[in-house]
């Protein structure tokens, strides 16, 4: 058995009276490699897992099922327990139908493997998931059994949960049989598919029309600590909420007001909230993310977030004028190399940096560096009355912030920079690259790249001497902190001592991989987000055109404009919260929005067991133009403009997604053929799927999706894992910390195994049941704290390497 299978796992937390004492046991169980992790308390559903074996779980399973179904079958003909019954009987089919898939991919895990001490990889972490399914309808089953006679029983909510989390087995069991369907075509040894194009295109019009409601509902977030759900939770009603008013007022603080009295009927109508989820992440673009993704960016937030972070001497935003400077060549510093400003695509531009340092240093007060700050409020230097200056640190931190290359600044990371510059003691300079779509690649590599040569030679204005530099950085920014190295590598100039990647992607280029079928069910990183942040970040999507006057106003223009709007919006929010609960207790109907043959209050879950169960779903496997949100299925026809007509723009040659090589072309016109070629699409599914087996399809119509992908995504400045190992050579020690429930873990395993099959030193450190963007949400639990912790050791390490003193310089320690 491997030792994935035995880690504790989230589940549900809190007593149960129908679990008994005998399943509540278990062994204490942790990863030496990882300390953290035997601070962990399971919840229930967690020490079921931790206490078995796949087998006896899925066993155990099965008979509380029989025993439920045969109650329930027998208290007459009732539609509840008729509903009961069912769930039962479908609980026992999956279960029985997954338990194999689990275990073959469960004997080949260690395969892919980085070591023997870091066992993770895209196969562990779906059968952790499906453990994690199991271990909850384990645990409801056991309640159900133990409380069907009691007068107490809720019978509605527990008939609810179990099909939600029905619906999401039968899912994850068609992950299971995807993920042997990659073991069988790929290379030995290799996560990303690099095979038959064929079976590859057939693999995602399959996988794209998979039913996903089912993950942002009742289940959102099971397979995390029970700590962070109430988060998740919050984001996704958050979500629901802003996409809803995202088209009447583009952006700004009235959207975000009215989305707080909208959101109502989605907290409490978990169905509901699956399907608005599922029906945003298939419909908006690029833009919604990034205007979601950088409400922390607004004033009030993020001064609320900076309330609750360290004090800090030093927060200033400086402006680097573009301008050449020359940098000596590590191999003769008697020569030198000109570093040019940024050019690509918009021209000349200066650069923002933040720097932020707990102590105020010398240097970093000094008139030419007080000629850079640029004013961004009250906030940018706390000096408290003739401050004495610490004398300059030795040491270095550069920082480039992720985002999905499209959103964000420093601003939203400066919480935990905060924590950092004071646990480190370092100087931290955070670089604010321009952002995808309206600044595709390579801009941000140039921008940051530009940012670093700067630093390394003006350390001393930043308050460092610059003896130890490290680069550290979180998802899109582990990717730019990679590719910087490798530019300054090819430039001569110095590299840094090391580098800190958090959960980074290092593989744009479209390929399948076992963890990337998480994103089937991942809140913050479902496929078609993934897909279409890629996608700007290659030019394949296409700029907003929305006023250009908006545009100009900016982000406090906006929150002024928006300011005359909020007192209509809040009434108006605030009747159609009312409104809400009214529909929700049945007091009025809600005309026009739903078809009258459906209540609104059906159920996911319900709505997809009672659907035709044939080879297709009831979905057309054809390219589909996706509806506005405010429209129902009965108005495709209509000639107004869809929502993916006006915000998506028209399919380009580069747009990008993660499972297709560009080898696809061929076979994405084909696609787009006459039905008729809808059996060869689905030839891939009916030998992968046993016969008999169908997934539940999803009834928000299929994502149109591109089957091909830019060439520029195969740049090695783009996908640090394709380069070739001249140029991996050339990286100094790099420092991985990885989610195992991440899209994105495969990118760091064989990034990892890349290197050190070239001799290059190398760690990867793998944190258990937390999301991708855990940096972010440092101070929400103790799990993310030690998390955020690990990575500050990394780059202390870094910083203070053991043995004896390293001289500056490319040199790298060894690790």
Same mark, same amino acid.
Request: hydrophobic residues 40%; contains cysteine.
């Given at each position: 058995?491997?030792?994935?299978?035995?880690?504790?796992?989230?589940?549900?937390?809190?007593?149960?009276?129908?679990?008994?004492?005998?399943?509540? !046991?278990?062994?204490?169980?942790?990863?030496?490699?990882?300390?953290?992790?035997?601070?962990?308390?399971?919840?229930?559903?967690?020490?079921?897992?931790?206490?078995?074996?796949?087998?006896?779980?899925?066993?155990?399973?099965?008979?509380?099922?029989?025993?439920?179904?045969?109650?329930?079958?027998?208290?007459?003909?009732?539609?509840?327990?008729?509903?009961?019954?069912?769930?039962?009987?479908?609980?026992?089919?999956?279960?029985?139908?997954?338990?194999?898939?689990?275990?073959?991919?469960?004997?080949?895990?260690?395969?892919?493997?980085?070591?023997?001490?870091?066992?993770?990889?895209?196969?562990?972490?779906?059968?952790?998931?499906?453990?994690?399914?199991?271990?909850?309808?384990?645990?409801?089953?056991?309640?159900?059994?133990?409380?069907?006679?009691?007068?107490?029983?809720?019978?509605?909510?527990?008939?609810?949960?179990?099909?939600?989390?029905?619906?999401?087995?039968?899912?994850?069991?068609?992950?299971?049989?995807?993920?042997?369907?990659?073991?069988?075509?790929?290379?030995?040894?290799?996560?990303?598919?690099?095979?038959?194009?064929?079976?590859?295109?057939?693999?995602? *019009?399959?996988?794209?029309?998979?039913?996903?409601?089912?993950?942002?509902?009742?289940?959102?977030?099971?397979?995390?600590?029970?700590?962070?759900?109430?988060?998740?939770?919050?984001?996704?009603?958050?979500?629901?909420?802003?996409?809803?008013?995202?088209?009447?007022?583009?952006?700004?603080?009235?959207?975000?007001?009215?989305?707080?009295?909208?959101?109502?009927?989605?907290?409490?109508?978990?169905?509901?909230?699956?399907?608005?989820?599922?029906?945003?992440?298939?419909?908006?673009?690029?833009?919604?993310?990034?205007?979601?993704?950088?409400?922390?960016?607004?004033?009030?937030?993020?001064?609320?977030?900076?309330?609750?972070?360290?004090?800090?001497?030093?927060?200033?935003?400086?402006?680097?004028?573009?301008?050449?400077?020359?940098?000596?060549?590590?191999?003769?510093?008697?020569?030198?190399?000109?570093?040019?400003?940024?050019?690509?695509?918009?021209?000349?531009?200066?650069?923002?940096?933040?720097?932020?340092?707990?102590?105020?240093?010398?240097?970093?007060?000094?008139?030419?560096?007080?000629?850079?700050?640029?004013?961004?409020?009250?906030?940018?230097?706390?000096?408290?009355?003739?401050?004495?200056?610490?004398?300059?640190? *030795?040491?270095?931190?550069?920082?480039?912030?992720?985002?999905?290359?499209?959103?964000?600044?420093?601003?939203?990371?400066?919480?935990?920079?905060?924590?950092?510059?004071?646990?480190?003691?370092?100087?931290?300079?955070?670089?604010?690259?321009?952002?995808?779509?309206?600044?595709?690649?390579?801009?941000?590599?140039?921008?940051?790249?530009?940012?670093?040569?700067?630093?390394?030679?003006?350390?001393?204005?930043?308050?460092?001497?610059?003896?130890?530099?490290?680069?550290?950085?979180?998802?899109?920014?582990?990717?730019?902190?990679?590719?910087?190295?490798? *530019?300054?590598?090819?430039?001569?100039?110095?590299?840094?001592?090391?580098?800190?990647?958090?959960?980074?992607?290092?593989?744009?280029?479209?390929?399948?991989?076992?963890?990337?079928?998480?994103?089937?069910?991942?809140?913050?990183?479902?496929?078609?987000?993934?897909?279409?942040?890629?996608?700007?970040?290659?030019?394949?999507?296409?700029?907003?055109?929305?006023?250009?006057?908006?545009?100009?106003?900016?982000?406090?223009?906006?929150? *002024?404009?928006?300011?005359?709007?909020?007192?209509?919006?809040?009434?108006?929010?605030?009747?159609?919260?009312?409104?809400?609960?009214?529909?929700?207790?049945?007091?009025?109907?809600?005309?026009?929005?739903?078809?009258?043959?459906?209540?609104?209050?059906?159920?996911?879950?319900?709505?997809?067991?009672?659907?035709?169960?044939?080879?297709?779903?009831?979905?057309?496997?054809?390219?589909? !133009?996706?509806?506005?949100?405010?429209?129902?299925?009965?108005?495709?026809?209509?000639?107004?403009?869809?929502?993916?007509?006006? !915000?998506?723009?028209?399919?380009?040659?580069?747009?990008?997604?993660?499972?297709?090589?560009?080898?696809?072309?061929?076979?994405?016109?084909?696609?787009?053929?006459?039905?008729?070629?809808?059996?060869?699409?689905?030839?891939?599914?009916?030998?992968?799927?046993?016969?008999?087996?169908?997934?539940?399809?999803?009834?928000?119509?299929?994502?149109?999706?591109?089957?091909?992908?830019?060439?520029?995504?195969?740049?090695?400045?783009?996908?640090?894992?394709?380069?070739?190992?001249?140029?991996?050579?050339?990286?100094?020690?790099?420092?991985?910390?990885?989610?195992?429930?991440?899209?994105?873990?495969?990118?760091?395993?064989?990034?990892?195994?890349?290197?050190?099959?070239?001799?290059?030193?190398?760690?990867?450190?793998?944190?258990?049941?937390?999301?991708?963007?855990?940096?972010?949400?440092?101070?929400?639990?103790?799990?993310?704290?030690?998390?955020?912790?690990?990575?500050?050791?990394?780059?202390?390490?870094?910083?203070?390497?053991?043995?004896?003193?390293?001289?500056?310089?490319?040199?790298?320690?060894?690790?």
């Amino acid at each position: 058995m491997s030792r994935w299978s035995k880690w504790p796992h989230p589940g549900q937390a809190g007593p149960s009276p129908g679990l008994s004492p005998q399943a509540a !046991t278990g062994t204490s169980h942790s990863r030496q490699s990882q300390p953290w992790g035997a601070l962990k308390r399971p919840g229930r559903a967690s020490r079921l897992t931790h206490s078995m074996d796949l087998r006896t779980m899925t066993q155990s399973l099965v008979t509380l099922a029989e025993d439920n179904m045969a109650f329930f079958s027998g208290q007459g003909p009732g539609e509840t327990a008729r509903r009961l019954s069912g769930v039962f009987a479908g609980i026992r089919e999956q279960a029985l139908g997954l338990e194999p898939a689990l275990g073959r991919l469960l004997s080949v895990a260690h395969l892919f493997d980085l070591d023997a001490e870091t066992p993770a990889n895209g196969y562990r972490s779906l059968v952790h998931t499906a453990r994690c399914c199991l271990a909850h309808l384990l645990h409801k089953s056991r309640y159900v059994a133990s409380n069907r006679r009691s007068i107490f029983f809720r019978t509605s909510h527990n008939l609810a949960e179990l099909e939600a989390y029905l619906a999401a087995l039968t899912q994850l069991r068609a992950l299971a049989y995807y993920a042997q369907r990659l073991l069988a075509i790929n290379r030995p040894g290799k996560l990303f598919f690099e095979g038959d194009e064929g079976i590859t295109a057939d693999f995602l *019009r399959e996988y794209v029309t998979l039913h996903k409601g089912c993950f942002y509902g009742r289940c959102l977030g099971f397979q995390f600590t029970p700590a962070i759900r109430p988060f998740l939770q919050t984001i996704s009603i958050g979500l629901v909420s802003f996409g809803e008013h995202y088209k009447r007022n583009e952006t700004g603080l009235s959207v975000t007001a009215s989305s707080l009295f909208t959101s109502g009927r989605f907290a409490i109508d978990p169905e509901l909230r699956g399907a608005e989820f599922e029906r945003i992440i298939q419909n908006l673009d690029v833009h919604f993310w990034k205007a979601f993704w950088n409400i922390t960016e607004i004033e009030v937030l993020s001064s609320l977030a900076n309330m609750a972070s360290a004090t800090v001497r030093v927060s200033r935003l400086l402006s680097l004028p573009p301008k050449a400077f020359e940098m000596p060549l590590t191999a003769d510093p008697k020569l030198t190399v000109t570093i040019s400003p940024p050019l690509a695509h918009t021209g000349p531009g200066p650069v923002l940096v933040r720097l932020i340092s707990y102590d105020l240093r010398e240097g970093q007060d000094s008139e030419e560096l007080s000629s850079l700050v640029r004013s961004e409020g009250p906030r940018g230097l706390e000096l408290r009355p003739r401050p004495q200056q610490a004398p300059r640190s *030795r040491s270095l931190v550069v920082h480039i912030h992720g985002g999905g290359f499209v959103a964000q600044t420093s601003k939203s990371h400066e919480p935990y920079l905060k924590s950092w510059a004071q646990e480190l003691g370092v100087p931290i300079l955070s670089i604010d690259y321009s952002l995808a779509p309206e600044a595709p690649f390579p801009r941000a590599l140039e921008e940051c790249f530009y940012a670093y040569c700067w630093a390394v030679k003006h350390c001393g204005l930043l308050g460092s001497t610059g003896e130890r530099i490290c680069l550290a950085g979180d998802s899109a920014g582990g990717n730019l902190c990679f590719t910087v190295s490798l *530019r300054a590598a090819a430039y001569g100039v110095r590299v840094p001592d090391g580098i800190m990647a958090a959960y980074p992607a290092t593989m744009l280029q479209s390929a399948a991989s076992p963890s990337r079928l998480l994103s089937l069910m991942d809140p913050l990183l479902p496929l078609s987000v993934l897909s279409k942040c890629v996608s700007a970040y290659a030019g394949g999507e296409m700029e907003d055109h929305s006023d250009s006057d908006q545009k100009a106003l900016g982000m406090m223009g906006l929150v *002024r404009r928006d300011t005359a709007l909020l007192f209509r919006d809040l009434r108006l929010g605030a009747s159609s919260w009312l409104n809400s609960f009214l529909e929700l207790s049945g007091h009025k109907s809600r005309p026009n929005l739903v078809p009258t043959e459906e209540p609104m209050r059906r159920s996911v879950s319900e709505a997809a067991l009672a659907q035709p169960e044939g080879p297709l779903g009831t979905d057309s496997l054809k390219y589909l !133009t996706l509806h506005d949100l405010s429209l129902s299925s009965e108005t495709q026809d209509t000639p107004e403009l869809s929502l993916s007509a006006e !915000t998506l723009g028209p399919t380009t040659p580069s747009a990008v997604n993660f499972l297709f090589r560009p080898e696809d072309a061929p076979e994405e016109a084909e696609a787009r053929d006459d039905i008729s070629t809808k059996e060869e699409k689905v030839y891939s599914v009916r030998a992968a799927f046993p016969e008999g087996f169908h997934p539940r399809r999803s009834s928000q119509g299929a994502i149109q999706m591109p089957l091909y992908s830019a060439p520029i995504v195969k740049n090695p400045f783009m996908s640090p894992l394709l380069a070739p190992d001249s140029m991996l050579q050339t990286l100094p020690p790099v420092h991985i910390v990885a989610c195992a429930l991440d899209p994105m873990l495969d990118d760091s395993v064989m990034f990892a195994r890349r290197l050190r099959s070239l001799g290059q030193p190398v760690t990867l450190h793998v944190v258990e049941d937390l999301p991708h963007g855990f940096l972010s949400l440092a101070a929400l639990c103790r799990e993310t704290r030690q998390a955020a912790a690990l990575c500050v050791d990394r780059i202390r390490f870094i910083l203070n390497p053991p043995g004896p003193a390293t001289p500056a310089g490319p040199t790298t320690p060894p690790v």
